[in-house]
């Protein structure tokens, strides 16, 4: 089986947490509406369970934004070149 390359990691985390990062957001702007009563969401949940929700998932929110964007910059900067490739004695 070939060696699995650092860069092969690198794109299961941008992938891994763009799929979380789409339900957390999914949760914060369902739950955001409900909070501002828009567009009937505050039928599907209380305020009070809105307002727990945006606050158990604040830090999960920044610390899979901050993975899942500063890794993909990194290989976009990589691919266009920016950062060069480390040579190998
Ligand atoms: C809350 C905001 C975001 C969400 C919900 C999100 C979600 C996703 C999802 C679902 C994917 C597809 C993963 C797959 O192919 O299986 C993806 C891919 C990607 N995202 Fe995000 N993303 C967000 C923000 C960002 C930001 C700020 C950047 C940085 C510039 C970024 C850069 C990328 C790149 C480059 C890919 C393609 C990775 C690849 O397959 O090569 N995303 N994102």
Same mark, same amino acid.
């Given at each position: 089986?070939?060696?699995? &390359?650092?860069? *092969?990691?690198?794109?299961? $985390?941008? /992938?891994? &947490?763009?799929?979380?990062?789409?339900? $957390?957001?999914?949760?914060?702007? &369902? =739950? +955001?509406?409900?909070?501002? +009563?828009? *567009? +009937?969401? +505050?039928?599907?949940?209380? =305020?009070?369970?809105?307002?727990? $929700?945006?606050?158990?998932?604040?830090?999960?929110? $920044?610390?899979?934004?901050?993975?899942?964007?500063?890794?993909?910059? *990194?290989?976009?900067? /990589? /691919?266009?070149?920016?950062?060069?490739?480390?040579? =190998?004695?």
């Amino acid at each position: 089986m070939a060696k699995k &390359t650092v860069n *092969y990691y690198l794109v299961k $985390i941008v /992938r891994i &947490t763009g799929w979380i990062l789409f339900l $957390i957001m999914v949760l914060f702007i &369902t =739950t +955001g509406f409900a909070l501002c +009563g828009k *567009y +009937g969401f +505050g039928k599907i949940i209380s =305020t009070q369970a809105a307002l727990r $929700i945006h606050k158990i998932f604040d830090m999960p929110l $920044i610390v899979f934004f901050l993975a899942h964007s500063l890794v993909a910059i *990194y290989l976009a900067f /990589r /691919r266009w070149g920016w950062i060069k490739k480390r040579k =190998t004695a």
